[in-house]
Nanobody, 123 residues
Framework: QVHLVESGGGLVQTGGSLRLSCAAS????????MGWFRQAPGKEREFVAA????????GYGDFVKGRFTISRDNAKNTAYLQMNNLKPEDTAAYYC????????????????WGQGTQVTVSS
């Protein structure tokens, strides 16, 4: 019924930037918090960033240290993750997710996942 499609991953040098996009369809986009998670081979999935349905509340994983920014354009049914000053330790598959409601906290128990987009940062 509903699905999320990530794009924007790729290979980038250390210190470079990427912007990931998550396009949603099949639901009222503004009614749901959106977030990003990542998982590297052999490691557990970790939280990257999330944003409430209205865009008024955002949160980030501790490792981000001001380098990443999450945003959304509800008119386009799309969420974004701007990643600056990328480091090799950022290398992972990045997954978009939707929470169960507009509240920011719903992203911690995601309702829907995308298929992921690979980010690789060269050392």
């Amino acid at each position: 019924q509903v699905h999320l499609v990530e794009s924007g991953g790729g290979l980038v040098q250390t210190g470079g930037s990427l912007r990931l996009s998550c396009a949603a369809s099949g639901r009222t986009f503004s009614n749901y918090a959106m977030g990003w998670f990542r998982q590297a081979p052999g490691k557990e999935r970790e939280f990257v960033a999330a944003i409430s349905g209205s865009g008024g509340v955002t949160g980030y994983g501790d490792f981000v240290k001001g380098r990443f920014t999450i945003s959304r354009d509800n008119a386009k049914n799309t969420a974004y993750l701007q990643m600056n000053n990328l480091k090799p330790e950022d290398t992972a598959a990045y997954y978009c997710a939707a929470g169960g409601a507009a509240s920011y906290t719903t992203i911690y128990s995601p309702q829907l996942w995308g298929q992921g987009t690979q980010v690789t940062v060269s050392s």
